[in-house]
């Protein structure tokens, strides 16, 4: 079973910027596309950003613009570069593989607010 393991959230104003990492264990993360999804309190969660196997990134119309997915298959990691942030980015961000399978990590909170 793979693990994920995000990090990098924290407390910033708006306008500001972070960046996520998620690392995944095993030998098989390169093989997949993977995706970043948030849940804000009292909503479903939701795909953000998703890259292919090859590098190839895709993003909601909600972050398209300000955030940038990247990832690092030698690291088995995947990041997300959050730009500009807006208090409705305010949510637990997870990454995962695409279409599900693995299990979900502890995610990392990202709080957008002045």
């Known amino acids: 079973q793979v693990q994920l393991v995000e990090s990098g959230g924290g407390l910033v104003q708006p306008g500001g910027s972070l960046r996520l990492s998620c690392v995944a264990s095993g030998n098989i993360f390169r093989t997949y596309s993977m995706g970043w999804y948030r849940q804000a309190p009292g909503k479903q969660r939701e795909l953000v950003a998703a890259?292919?196997?090859?590098?190839?990134?895709d993003y909601a119309d909600s972050v398209k613009g300000r955030f940038t997915l990247s990832r690092d298959n030698a690291k088995n990691t995947v990041y997300l570069q959050m730009n500009s942030l807006k208090p409705e980015d305010t949510a637990v961000y997870y990454c995962n593989r695409i279409g599900g399978g693995w299990s979900w990590g502890q995610g990392t909170q990202v709080t957008v607010s002045s």
């Open positions: 890259i292919t196997s090859g590098g190839t990134p």
